[in-house]
Antibody
Framework: EVQLVESGGGLVQPGGSLRLSCAAS????????MHWVRQAPGKGLVWVSR????????RYADSVKGRFTISTDNAKNTLYLQMNSLRAEDTAVYYC??????????????WGRGTLVTVSS | SYVLTQPPSVSVAPGKTARITCGVN??????VHWYQQRPGQAPVVVIY???DRPSGIPERFSGSNSGNTATLTITRVEAGDEADYYC????????????FGGGTKLTVL
């Protein structure tokens, strides 16, 4: 079955760290660019970060730049998001998402179910 | 960077046609993708590249894009279509290349 399964969310104090994982299965993980998209409670979708298929290129939203790091382990078919210096405004469901389509104009054709990150003291 | 404007809510009676808009200056020069998010679920793409429909998405869903407005049209609306809908574009020249609209809550009366 083609799927993405996130894990690693939870409750963390402001200033703390968390690492999210996303296990991919049912497709050739190393062929796709992967993304993280988040959604704060009751709010809309916000793109967080992306990584290219071989892991050599990354980009981040300004709101997380310098605090979050995206990476992949293609041998394990797994996407990661290392989140440091967490803030209350980082509280959200984090979705692992596959990009598909033309270069520079991808759409998101496969989403995980999401993992909830709560930053609170 | 782009700010995609969607109406916060659209209401429609069952069997009627719903139109959800996504606006920004010259959006017609971009490819627009649309996602449906039912309560408590992850988003699902329903239209990509303005008007292409993934397998498994009913033909009742269609998209168009011209000028300053992209539109998602849902004909013969059903109760199961009640969801939040988001448009999305790429702005590759921006530091924030992926832009989502604010979302539209579709209510089936």
């Amino acid at each position: 079955e083609v799927q993405l399964v996130e894990s690693g969310g939870g409750l963390v104090q402001p200033g703390g760290s968390l690492r999210l994982s996303c296990a991919a299965s049912g497709f050739t993980f190393s062929s796709y660019w992967m993304h993280w998209v988040r959604q704060a409670p009751g709010k809309g979708l916000v793109w967080v970060s992306r990584i290219n298929s071989d892991g050599s290129s990354t980009r981040y939203a300004d709101s997380v730049k310098g605090r979050f790091t995206i990476s992949t382990d293609n041998a394990k078919n797994t996407l990661y998001l290392q989140m440091n210096s967490l803030r209350a405004e980082d509280t959200a469901v984090y979705y692992c998402v596959r990009g598909n389509g033309d270069y520079g104009n991808w759409y998101f054709d496969l989403w995980g179910r999401g993992t909830l990150v709560t930053v609170s003291s | 960077s782009y700010v995609l404007t969607q109406p916060p809510s659209v209401s429609v009676a069952p069997g009627k046609t719903a139109r959800i808009t996504c606006g920004v200056n010259n959006i017609g020069s971009k490819s627009v993708h649309w996602y449906q998010q039912r309560p408590g679920q992850a988003p699902v793409v329903v239209i990509y590249y303005d008007s292409d429909r993934p397998s498994g998405i009913p033909e009742r869903f269609s998209g168009s894009n011209s000028g300053n407005t992209a539109t998602l049209t849902i004909t013969r609306v059903e109760a199961g279509d009640e969801a939040d809908y988001y448009c999305q574009v790429w702005d590759s020249s921006s530091d924030h290349p992926v832009v989502f609209g604010g979302g539209t809550k579709l209510t089936v009366l």
